[in-house]
């Protein structure tokens, strides 16, 4: 295995058991010891590929950490003489939002909901724009067939959304589809309680989260909203209360009971 047999022992057992005499090896600085390791799985895979050609496949790449990403970048580069072909698989449709459509279509939407909800969560940790923007369109479109309070209202966000990434990527289906279900969403009955100076249920939602002391971008990916949204929200927050800043706001939420009883202590 060469001389970097030891730093190979380190992730993969099956070689300390092989060596059983093999000597550790000798401590670096973290960058310095990742180098080290990268380079010698990369002189591994050139030696074993010397006698015939070998093929390494990659399953699942959209799960893959930073670091696993990282050697790969590595070996694409060190490995383009060799006799060895990498093969990797990339999953670019979030399995939850399949099964929300499928429970959307048996009817089952408060399942569905949870389902769109963990797809949501599952594009925002992969980057994963295009299937973000599908995923916030099918959630629009059950939610506004679902039309319990404050689903239109977030219906519409997911619809801003969904149409501003398929707009910037050239989605243009999308983008179209997008702007006719908003039509249909902002034409629909709005079944919501009543809240004070006409805010909305997603404005509620969000001033409950100033008032907690959130910032935007904790309010963002507390709602599994874009930041930009969460922006006009405030901006309309302050205009229907007439609050000055985030402070009043909060103010107004506490005197009008908008404010959850665990709202300052969910951080």
Known sequence: MGPGAADISEIILLVSEKLPGLEPASPLEPEQARFRLFDSISHFL????RSQPLMLVLD???GADKPSLLLLEFLAGQLSDSNIMIL????NISGDRILGLLAQTMGKLDQAMAHFEDALAFCHKAGNRPELAW???D?????IERNKAGDLAKAVDLLNESGSISSELGMSPLSARSAVLQEKAE???VQTPEFPDGLTQREVEVIRLIAAGRTNREIAEELIISVRTVTTHVGNILNKTGAANRTEAAIYASQRDLVSPNSDGDR
Do not use: K
């Open 88 to 91: 990797g698989t990339y999953l």
């Open 139 to 143: 959630y629009a479109a059950m939610l």
């Open 46 to 49: 050139v030696n074993a590929a």
């Open 187 to 189: 034409s629909v009955p």
């Open 60 to 62: 699942d790449l959209h």
């Open 135 to 137: 995923t916030c369109y």
